[in-house]
């Protein structure tokens, strides 16, 4: 099976601009989780959909939404860029049903500027 | 709130050496996963290996082992014969399980392993 793809893989932004990254899980998994990587911050967790539906929103404010399509592909949307948000954003796939583990996708680096 | 810690920021091991990576937690669920995941530089992040909490019996995956004691809220990575590929960030994760689970994964913040020849 291919694995979790992620793209695009690099995307430098403007402050106060937008930017969708996209993840396609690995086929037949229908949950899709998203987490952002910092040095100082490490490993956090922002939303999981699964079937469409988002189960679990972590602790990030407004600006960071997502949405799940009915082929189980994500979109996650960060609106009005901060020098903060960049980060490697990494997508992980799973079954979702009382299957735990998450296989992850190569991430999007996003830099701010 | 679920908290996982890894106090080692860095190790290194000789090749074909053993190395043990700690990892602790706290949690007051009673059904929750534990995991530890690898990732290489500039790669993606890779499942190594997997821990039922009900489970009393510690996982193997082929080199890799854990040592999950549940009372004392530890879960540690064995990793025998190292190789120059497993140099790698390793974190140790934590979700919350069966019904309760919220299909979140609370992550240490990494042990740096670097294997040398």
């Known amino acids: 099976k291919a694995g979790v793809t992620q793209t695009p893989r690099y995307l430098i932004k403007t402050r106060g601009q937008q930017v969708t990254l996209s993840c396609s899980p690995i086929s037949g998994h229908r949950s899709v989780s998203w987490y952002q990587q910092t040095p100082g911050q490490g490993l956090q967790f922002l939303f999981e959909?699964?079937?469409?539906?988002?189960?679990n929103k972590g602790n990030f404010p407004g600006r960071f939404s997502g949405r799940q399509f009915s082929n189980s592909r994500s979109e996650m949307n960060v609106s009005t860029l901060e020098l903060g948000d960049s980060a490697l954003y990494l997508c992980?796939?799973?079954?979702?049903?009382?299957?735990?583990?998450?296989?992850f996708g190569p991430g999007t680096r996003l830099t701010v500027t | 709130a679920q908290t996982v810690t890894q106090s080692q920021p860095e190790m290194s091991v000789q090749e074909a050496e053993t190395v043990t990576l700690s990892c602790t937690y706290d949690?007051?669920?009673?059904?929750?996963?534990l995991f530890w995941y690898k990732q290489p530089p500039s790669r993606q992040m890779i499942l190594v290996i997997r821990?039922?909490?009900?489970?009393?019996q510690n996982a193997t995956e082929n080199r890799f082992s854990v040592n999950f004691q549940k009372a004392a809220k530890s879960f540690s990575l064995k990793i025998s014969d190292s190789q120059l590929g497993d140099t790698a960030m390793y974190f140790c994760a934590f979700m919350i399980g069966s019904g309760g689970s919220n299909y979140k994964l609370t992550f240490g913040k990494g042990t740096l392993l670097t294997v040398n020849p």
């Open positions: 821990q039922e909490a009900y489970k009393q």
């Open positions: 959909y699964f079937s469409e539906t988002q189960r």
């Open positions: 949690t007051s669920e009673n059904n929750y996963y």
């Open positions: 992980a796939s799973s079954p979702g049903q009382r299957t735990y583990e998450q296989y």
